[in-house]
C-alpha cells in the first residue's frame, strides 16, 4: 500500500471550507483513496473514498488530481462537530489492511 | 447504518489476568477485525477474520488470540494480560474483500479503552 502525506495540524474557521489535503505519489492504478475521520476517544468514522474521478457525498467532497499522487477532502462547511483527527489512506485489493498513519489535526474555531 | 458494538468502553484488569474483548456487528459484514491505537504508533492489526471459524494474523498478534464462532461476533482475548497490552482497541467490519471498494470500507466501532495494571 502507498504511503500517505498529511499536514499534522490545521485550523479552520466556523462556517467555511474546510480542505485537507493529503500526497500519496507513489500511488498505484488500482488503489482506492479513503478518507477516515476520528474525534477524540471515539472509533474512526468513514467519510468517502474514490479512485480517480472526484467524488461528493453528504458529508464532504473528495478531489484527486488527474495524475493521482494527491488529493483534497473539502468539508464544505465546517461545524465544530468536525474538529477530529483526518486520516488519508491508500490501500489496494491485494490484501485487506488500512494503514492510518498519523493524519492531519483539524481545529474548527468559532 | 453499520452498528458495530464492544462489550465495554473502559475496562481496567490486571497483570496475568484473562481479558475478552467482544465485538458485535448488525450487517452480516464477512469480514472483522481487531487494532490498537497507542499514540504516535497509530492504528496497527492485530487479526483478522474473512468467516466464520477463520483468522488471520494482522502485524502484531503477539500476546493475543481471537474467536469468530459466530458471523456477528468476534472476540479477542488477551491470555495473559501485561502492562504493554494498555491501549484503545478497536475492532471494525466489512462486507467483503472480492466485491470492490464500497463493500471492503471497514466501520469501526466506539472502542475499548484497557488499562492493565
Known amino acids: 500500500d502507498a504511503k500517505t502525506t498529511q499536514p499534522p495540524s490545521m485550523d479552520c474557521a466556523e462556517g467555511r471550507a474546510a480542505n485537507l489535503p493529503c500526497n500519496h505519489s507513489?500511488?498505484?492504478?488500482?488503489?482506492?483513496v479513503y478518507w477516515y475521520r476520528q474525534i477524540h476517544s471515539q472509533g474512526p468514522q468513514y467519510i468517502i473514498h474514490?479512485?480517480?474521478n472526484n467524488e461528493t457525498n453528504e458529508m464532504a467532497s473528495l478531489i484527486i488530481t488527474e495524475d493521482r499522487k494527491s488529493s483534497t477532502l473539502i468539508l464544505p462547511h465546517a461545524t465544530l462537530r468536525d474538529t477530529a483527527v483526518y486520516y488519508c489512506?491508500?490501500?489496494?485489493?491485494?490484501?485487506?489492511?488500512?494503514?492510518f498513519g498519523s493524519g492531519t489535526k483539524l481545529n474548527v474555531k468559532p | 447504518d453499520v452498528k458495530v458494538t464492544q462489550s465495554s468502553r473502559y475496562l481496567v484488569k490486571r497483570t496475568g489476568e484473562k481479558v475478552f474483548l467482544e465485538c458485535v456487528q448488525d450487517?452480516?459484514?464477512?469480514?472483522m477485525f481487531w487494532y490498537r491505537q497507542d499514540p504516535g504508533l497509530g492504528l496497527r492489526l492485530i487479526y483478522f477474520?474473512?468467516?466464520?471459524?477463520?483468522?488471520e494474523k494482522g502485524d502484531i498478534p503477539e500476546g493475543y488470540s481471537v474467536s469468530r464462532e459466530k458471523k456477528e461476533r468476534f472476540s479477542l482475548i488477551l491470555e495473559s494480560a501485561s502492562t504493554n497490552q494498555t491501549s484503545m482497541y478497536l475492532c471494525?467490519?466489512?462486507?467483503?474483500?472480492?466485491?470492490?471498494?464500497?463493500?471492503?470500507?471497514?466501520?469501526f466501532g466506539p472502542g475499548t479503552r484497557l488499562l492493565v495494571l
Open positions: 471494525a467490519s466489512s462486507l467483503s474483500f472480492l466485491a470492490g471498494a464500497v463493500k471492503e470500507t471497514q466501520y
Open positions: 507513489t500511488i498505484s492504478g488500482n488503489e482506492y
Open positions: 474514490g479512485l480517480k
Open positions: 489512506i491508500v490501500r489496494g485489493r491485494n490484501f485487506n489492511k488500512f494503514y
Open positions: 450487517m452480516d459484514h464477512e469480514n
Open positions: 477474520s474473512y468467516d466464520v471459524k477463520m483468522k
